[in-house]
């Protein structure tokens, strides 16, 4: 992690969860979670760019046809994947794919965690922008996902999408179909980045995918696979329980596949460096290159947020026990949580409906 003299956002956002209790009023509570995760979110554009600005800000700006930038030398890159008016951003998120691929096995721990680490927060994004009630910016998941994509989820995630659902959450279930769909609306980032780590750098194929990866469409893609999809009218038992039934199955399954992804990513680890954890941290982050060191303070910051910001909201006693899963069982443990918090909830209104 940085240095302990960083680490105050960090430390804030989880004294935020700490100090959180049922019996705070809500407006005090969504006001300390908001602030708490604003920090956080500023904390890491800052630390992130650190990081690279020193590596792809130059590139960056050759990609935007400044050609006095001196020692930078672009790669090949498809320009049709930013459909114009992201055409900068595909080029440099090209350049960054081009240099994981060629690190291993950093590389491609660093990117195997950030692909899994997404995909319980896909799942989270996915029903909460469609609960009954839910208003603002998390209702509309294109636009949230260009944000992602511009600045990173790391610093998306707790500058936006998180303050959003405090002020905007909904008080109602989602449909049943836009639960079951939060798996498949994250199928074209993992199927792109297969295709990364696998096929030719020469070939088209490598560079439309590294070029999807860094551009809009998988923002208009997940969007356009929800766009149809409207929160049930009422709330009504059938409608809540059908949510439950659909968000607890669909945490469980998501579950396993973290699970394996984290397995394989943690059998890659180990035969790469055995136990030595101290010369993999080397690797993914100390005296790792700036796009490594860039994805694993990416995974950091972004389990952070999810942890200590949306499942601490819902339940600080499950963000606990996710903080101390996470190392053991990785993005995992927030499925897991929230799994448990959703048949809390299950529980709780089968009760009330008695």
């Known amino acids: 992690l940085p240095p302990s003299s960083s680490t105050s956002p960090i430390s804030v956002f989880i004294l935020a969860m700490i100090m959180s209790s049922p019996t705070m009023p809500t407006a005090q509570k969504k006001a300390l979670f908001t602030l708490a995760s604003i920090a956080l979110g500023i904390y890491a554009q800052l630390h992130k760019a650190h990081i690279t600005a020193p590596v792809f800000d130059p590139i960056l700006a050759s990609c935007t046809g400044d050609d006095t930038v001196a020692g930078v030398e672009l790669r090949p890159y498809e320009a049709a994947a930013g459909l114009g008016v992201f055409t900068p951003i595909v080029c440099t998120v090209t350049q960054f794919m081009y ?182 941290w080397r690797d993914i982050f100390t005296e790792a290159n700036a796009s490594v060191a860039f994805l694993t303070i990416d995974y950091i910051l972004i389990q952070v947020s999810v942890i200590f910001g949306y499942v601490a909201y819902r339940s600080w006693f499950e963000a606990v026990r996710a903080a101390i899963l996470l190392p053991i069982v990785g993005p995992a443990a927030v499925s897991m949580a929230m799994e448990r918090i959703e048949l809390a909830s299950y529980t709780k209104h089968r009760t009330k409906m008695v």
């Open 99 to 280: 240099q994981l691929r060629d690190i291993y096995p950093g590389g491609y721990i660093t990117w195997g965690l950030a692909v899994v680490g997404v995909l319980p927060l896909a799942v989270i994004a996915t029903i909460e922008g469609g609960a009954a009630g839910a208003w603002g910016p998390i209702r509309y998941p294109i636009c949230m996902g260009i944000v992602h994509q511009l600045l990173g989820m790391s610093v998306s995630l707790p500058l936006f999408w998180f303050p959003s659902y405090i002020w905007g959450r909904g008080d109602g279930p989602a449909s049943a179909w836009r639960v079951f769909m939060s798996i498949p609306v994250s199928l074209p980032a993992i199927i792109f980045s297969i295709a990364v780590f696998t096929v030719n750098v020469d070939s088209f194929v490598w560079r439309l995918s590294a070029g999807v990866l860094g551009g809009p469409a998988l923002a208009l893609v997940s969007g356009y696979l929800l766009s149809y999809d409207t929160p049930p009218c009422e709330k009504s038992k059938d409608a809540v329980t059908e949510y439950f039934d659909a968000s607890i199955a669909t945490y469980r399954l998501v579950t396993k596949i973290s699970l394996a992804g984290y397995a394989g990513i943690a059998y890659l680890a180990y035969i790469s460096y055995g136990v030595d954890v101290s010369a993999m």
